[in-house]
């Protein structure tokens, strides 16, 4: 059973970047896919990226693309998101989960596993 521990929110201005990072226990981690969801106030949790148990073929949102990079370190069982050129739409809680399933998942629904998330908010 893998646990999901985020950290690295804040508050940061328009044109601003973050790294969010989260920590995993388990010795699952490393052939679990991970990804990163966020959640608005009054909009349904959205796919922000993911990335294999590999580390390769990373995905993004387009609202993201260009912006965000996701990696993972399994040595560390840890996985990052790098937030760059913040924008305030970016505001959420942002959260890290682990899926058992092949390849990359955009879904919800495919990871069993959640963080219990870290706030992002990004002024104008």
């Known amino acids: 059973q893998v646990q999901l521990v985020e950290s690295g929110g804040g508050l940061v201005q328009t044109g601003g970047s973050l790294r969010l990072s989260c920590a995993a226990s388990?010795?699952?981690?490393?052939?679990?896919?991970m990804g990163w969801f966020r959640q608005a106030p009054g909009k349904e949790r959205e796919f922000v990226s993911a990335?294999?148990?590999?580390?390769?073929?990373?995905y993004y949102a387009d609202s993201v693309k260009g912006r965000f990079t996701i990696s993972r370190d399994n040595a560390k069982n840890t996985v990052y998101l790098q937030m760059n050129s913040l924008k305030p739409e970016d505001t959420a809680v942002y959260y890290c989960a682990a899926s058992s399933r092949i390849g990359v998942q955009q879904s919800p629904t495919a990871y069993a596993t959640w963080g219990q998330g870290t706030q992002v908010t990004v002024s104008s």
């Open positions: 388990g010795r699952t981690f490393s052939r679990q896919a």
């Open positions: 990335i294999t148990w590999s580390g390769g073929t990373p």
